[in-house]
C-alpha cells in the first residue's frame, strides 16, 4: 500500500468519526512530510524518525504500508467506518453547498477540501466559511472574503465546479452579517443563526422569518440549532413558530437545509415533513469541516430518502446549470 495514501486515508477516515482534530492534523500532516519522498528514502527509518511531521504512529503507519501490509491503524479505523450501503438518492446528490476551510475554522486548505469533493464525484461544491461576528470561528472580514473570491475560481476545472459562498449569520433581528454588494457577488449564501438561540418564540419566528425572506440567502442552514450527540455535548432546538418560516421559505425559494452532521441531524423529521407540505426546496449539505466530513452526506440522503422527500425538490440533484439558475433567481432583474 502507499504510505501517503494510507495517511490520507487514515485523516479522512478520524474526520469523517468526528475524533479530535490533532489526530486528523497530525495524519495530515505526516502524508506531507512525506510527499514527494521515495521507497528507498521512506525504507532509511533513521532519516525518516528525524523528520518533522513524524511521530510514533504515524511512523509504524509508513512501515506498515512499505511492508505491502494496509496498516493495522487503517484496519481498524475501516471496520469502526462499517461498510456502508449507499442509499439511492445519495447516488443522486451531484453536489454539496455548506463547507468550511482553514479560511474560517475548518481543518485544511481549501485545496484538500477541493480534492475532496473530487475524489467524492461531486460536481461541484460551495465554500461557505463564516461572515465576520462568529470570531471564534475566525470569520472572514469584507477584505478576507473579496481576497477568497479571488482564489475560489482558480480551482475549478475538469468537470468539477468551486461555487463561491459563505455561511453568513443571521443578526438577533434577522439581519444578516455581510456587506450586501458582496452577498450579491457570491455564488451560494447559507445563512444560519450561531447565536441567542434561546430567545424567546416570537421573536425568534421573526429573526428566522426575515433572514428566509432576505433576496440574498439561498440556503437557511440548521435551522433549529439543536445538537442531538457529540463532544459539544446537546442542545434542544430553537422555539420558534416553524410554519411561518417555511412559508417564508417556500415563498422566496430558499431551501431548507438537511445538515447532515450526526451531532445536528437539523432539522427534526417532523420539521423536514412540515416543510415539504409547505413546499419548500430542501439542500442536503454536509457542513464539512474537514474533508472527510464530506461523506457525512450519506447520512443526510439516508434521512430524507427514509421521509420519502422527493429528489426534484432537492436543490442538490439538480445539474449546475439549473443550480446556478436557481441561486441567481433574485439577482437577475429578468428573473
Ligand atoms: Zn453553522
Ligand atoms: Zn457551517
Redesign the pocket.
Known amino acids: 500500500m502507499n504510505p501517503h495514501e494510507a495517511l490520507s486515508e487514515i485523516a479522512t477516515l478520524l474526520e469523517r468519526e468526528r475524533s479530535s482534530r490533532y489526530k486528523s492534523k497530525a495524519f495530515r500532516a505526516a502524508a506531507d512530510a512525506i510527499a514527494g519522498l521515495d521507497d528507498e528514502q521512506l525504507r532509511d527509518g533513521a532519516a525518516l524518525r528525524r523528520r518533522k511531521g513524524i511521530g510514533d504512529s504515524t511512523f509504524a503507519v509508513i512501515q506498515e504500508a512499505l511492508a505491502g501490509e494496509v496498516p493495522a491503524y487503517l484496519v481498524a479505523l475501516r471496520e469502526r467506518a462499517g461498510v456502508q450501503r449507499a442509499s439511492e438518492l445519495r447516488s443522486r446528490l451531484r453536489g454539496d453547498l455548506?463547507s468550511?476551510s482553514d479560511w474560517s475554522d475548518g481543518l485544511t486548505s481549501i485545496e484538500l477540501m477541493v480534492a475532496a469533493a473530487r475524489a467524492l464525484g461531486h460536481e461541484y461544491l460551495a465554500l461557505?466559511d463564516?461572515s465576520p461576528r462568529l470570531r471564534v470561528a475566525n470569520g472572514l472580514s469584507p477584505e478576507r472574503l473579496r481576497a477568497q473570491l479571488e482564489i475560489v475560481p482558480t480551482m475549478s476545472g475538469d468537470g468539477f465546479t468551486l461555487l463561491s459562498g459563505i455561511?453568513v449569520d443571521i443578526l438577533d433581528d434577522g439581519a444578516l452579517d455581510q456587506e450586501p454588494d458582496l452577498l450579491d457577488e457570491l455564488d451560494v449564501v447559507?445563512a444560519?443563526a450561531h447565536s441567542k438561540l434561546r430567545m424567546e418564540r416570537g421573536p425568534m419566528t421573526r429573526r428566522l422569518v426575515a433572514a428566509a425572506s432576505n433576496p440574498h440567502v439561498d440556503v437557511l442552514?440548521h435551522v433549529t440549532g439543536r445538537l442531538v450527540e457529540g463532544s459539544r455535548g446537546t442542545r434542544p432546538p430553537s422555539t420558534f413558530d416553524p410554519k411561518p418560516v417555511f412559508e417564508a421559505c417556500a415563498a422566496h425559494g430558499v431551501a431548507v437545509e438537511i445538515n447532515s452532521r450526526p451531532e445536528r441531524q437539523d432539522p427534526p423529521d417532523e420539521l423536514i415533513t412540515l416543510a415539504l407540505e409547505l413546499g419548500c426546496l430542501f439542500s442536503i449539505d454536509s457542513?464539512a469541516h474537514a474533508p472527510g466530513q464530506l461523506s457525512l452526506l450519506d447520512y443526510g440522503a439516508e434521512r430524507v430518502e427514509r421521509l420519502g422527500v422527493p429528489p426534484q425538490r432537492i436543490v442538490t440533484t439538480w445539474p449546475l446549470d439549473e443550480l446556478r439558475a436557481w441561486t441567481r433567481r433574485t439577482r437577475d432583474p429578468a428573473g
Open positions: 455548506h468550511h461557505t463564516h455561511e447559507v444560519s442552514g457542513d
